[in-house]
């Protein structure tokens, strides 16, 4: 069975403390990895795709790299406003509805000035 | 990315009554749209996959008759909770994707979340 697997589930930084979100995942040829980005009460944000092993790709403050097990979320020198829950999600390539994306229950950041 | 429209953002109901909720692919053609239920601190599960002009596809353990999906145009899903109950409350929240595009991104709404009384 797919899975998904994030840690920690809650991560608190004070601002400008780097740190990397884990996300583990167990899936039948991968498609393609995902990090997103989910306020409160809001619908998840695309931050990067990941399609192969070694790939890195940044956006700003954040760095997201892929290995054949895993990938990492790094944050360089956070700011208040990257807290957030940060989810990270698979899309299988065999025997999968293409789209369909199997979700982690997400890392909770908190910044704090 | 696409822009994907949901409504209502937030909908209270009393128990037995059936709520709609929409979404809308505005820039997309969304020939397969995904509909996900996000309960507090836990992971968006799939709930059903709407694809355009077909019947929807529902996950193991989700009743098609409470939850009702069409999908009649490539722009617009609609999933209806019959005769909601308290336990159905929850944060609903739809994605579309296109069939065309390979290793295609998915795209999100912003939720509804529904609060049943």
């Known amino acids: 069975e797919d899975q998904v697997t994030q840690s920690p589930e809650a991560l608190r930084l004070q601002e400008g403390e780097s740190s990397s979100l884990n996300c583990s995942y167990t899936?039948?040829?991968?498609?393609?990895l995902f990090w997103y980005r989910q306020d409160p009460g809001k619908g998840p944000e695309f931050l990067f795709t990941?399609?192969?092993a070694g790939e890195e790709k940044e956006k700003e403050r954040l760095k997201a790299t892929l290995t054949k097990k895993e990938s990492f979320l790094h944050i360089t020198a956070p700011k208040p406003e990257d807290s957030a829950t940060y989810l990270c999600?698979?899309?299988?390539?065999?025997?999968?509805?293409?789209?369909?994306?199997?979700f982690g229950r997400g890392t909770q950041l908190t910044v704090w000035p | 990315g696409a822009v994907v429209s949901q409504h209502p953002s937030r909908v209270i109901c009393k128990s037995g009554t059936s709520v709609k909720i929409e979404c809308r692919s505005l820039?997309?053609?969304?020939?397969?749209m995904f509909w996900y239920r996000q309960f507090p601190k836990q992971s968006l599960m799939l709930m059903a996959t709407s694809n355009e002009g077909s019947k929807a596809t529902y996950e193991q353990g989700v009743e098609k008759d409470k939850f009702l999906i069409n999908h009649a145009s490539l722009t617009l899903s609609t999933l209806t909770v019959t005769s909601a109950h308290p336990e159905d409350s929850s944060f609903y929240i739809c994605?579309?994707?296109?069939?065309?595009?390979?290793?295609?991104?998915?795209?999100f709404g912003q939720g509804t979340r529904l609060t049943v009384v």
């Open positions: 820039d997309f053609q969304a020939t397969t």
């Open positions: 994605s579309v994707s296109s069939l065309q595009e390979l290793n295609t991104e998915a795209f």
């Open positions: 999600a698979v899309q299988a390539d065999r025997g999968s509805t293409l789209g369909r994306l199997y």
């Open positions: 990941l399609y192969s």
């Open positions: 899936v039948s040829g991968l498609r393609g």
